[in-house]
């Protein structure tokens, strides 16, 4: 165990999930999981939302979907792939998918859009994926 919560703690997709709260309301809202070994929560939508579709990801490009705060990514023909659109460094929305790498402008942090990893600038956590799936031509979350 890495965390403990003194309230009720919330999972990545915000549902309660802690079970002392039941009958006395919720006091508060305790921040688990404090971000300090460098993960990002990844806070997206619900699985099965829709994201965008096959022809509109480019390969070895991306299409960033602000809504969700995803970055879908094609880096070989067929082959997708997707990493939160939430900058490790200090938290901007990434603005650009350009020459295999997601650019996230505030510093200047480029990521790789094969494994999400930084490969320039001051960012030195890599993207966390979204798990999606591919169902037709319709890439959704998974
Ligand atoms: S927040 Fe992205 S480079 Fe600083």
Redesign the pocket.
């Known amino acids: 165990m890495t965390h403990s919560c003194s309230g009720p703690c919330f999972d990545r997709r915000g549902a309660l999930t802690a079970a002392a709260v039941a009958g006395v309301g919720i006091p508060f809202l305790a921040a688990c999981g404090n971000d300090s070994s460098g993960d990002v929560a990844v806070d997206t939508g619900p699985a099965g939302t829709s994201l965008t579709t096959t022809g509109s990801v480019p390969v070895g490009g991306g299409t960033i979907i602000d809504e969700e705060k995803v970055v879908v990514v094609q880096p070989r023909e067929g082959e997708f792939k997707a990493w939160s659109s939430i900058?490790?460094?200090?938290?901007?929305s990434?603005t650009a998918v350009e020459d295999g790498e997601i650019i996230?402008?505030?510093?200047?942090?480029h990521f790789s859009i094969d494994d999400g990893a930084p490969v320039s600038?001051?960012?030195s956590t890599p993207l966390p994926e979204v798990a999606i799936k591919v169902s037709g031509e319709d890439v959704q979350l998974a």
Do not use: I, K, L, N
Not at 104 to 109: A, D, E, F, G
């Open positions: 900058c490790t460094h200090q938290g901007c990434v996230c402008r505030c510093h200047s942090s600038g001051p960012a």
